[in-house]
């Protein structure tokens, strides 16, 4: 279906892997602000890993997200350099629109299904449940 030609291939690489720095340097920004907040707050000698008792729940939910972005990317390039395809919806193997692949390049589901996929994931953690993709902070 989206089977991509070397160049093109390429290009998509490339953009990926931009996508995934640009990601990297924003999870380092978020946590660099995070340990200077503390800092200015008194916890000079403290480390952000030594905090959980006091959770932030802006740089949890912003170092979730990156991670989830950042997992995605990488995902998205496996592919591309496994398969030489890009573009393709994982779930209903229908094509993903220009529109979406321009706002979010490593998106491996259309819009529908995507949609489909959050609203279960919604569900799951509305009944208590955890999902296994491992705990965010190693
Ligand atoms: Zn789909």
Redesign the pocket.
Same mark, same amino acid.
């Given at each position: 279906m989206a089977k991509l030609k070397d160049t093109a291939k390429e290009m998509v690489l490339n953009t990926l892997r931009k996508k995934l720095d640009d990601t990297l340097v924003a999870m380092n920004l978020v946590s660099a602000g995070a340990k200077m907040r503390l800092k200015q707050e008194g916890h000079k000698t403290m480390a952000l890993e030594d905090v959980p008792s006091t959770p932030d729940m802006d740089l949890t939910r912003n170092i979730s997200r990156l991670t989830k972005t950042w997992k995605e990317m990488e995902e998205a390039i496996r592919r591309v350099e496994e398969t030489g395809e890009y573009g393709t919806?994982? %779930?209903?193997?229908?094509e993903?629109s220009g529109e979406r692949l321009r706002i979010s390049p490593a998106a491996l589901?259309? %819009?529908?299904?995507?949609a489909?996929i959050e609203e279960r994931q919604k569900r799951i953690k509305g009944r208590g449940h955890v999902e296994g993709n491992g705990p965010l902070y190693v």
């Open positions: 919806c994982l %779930t209903c193997g229908g993903i589901n259309c %819009t529908d299904c995507q489909a």
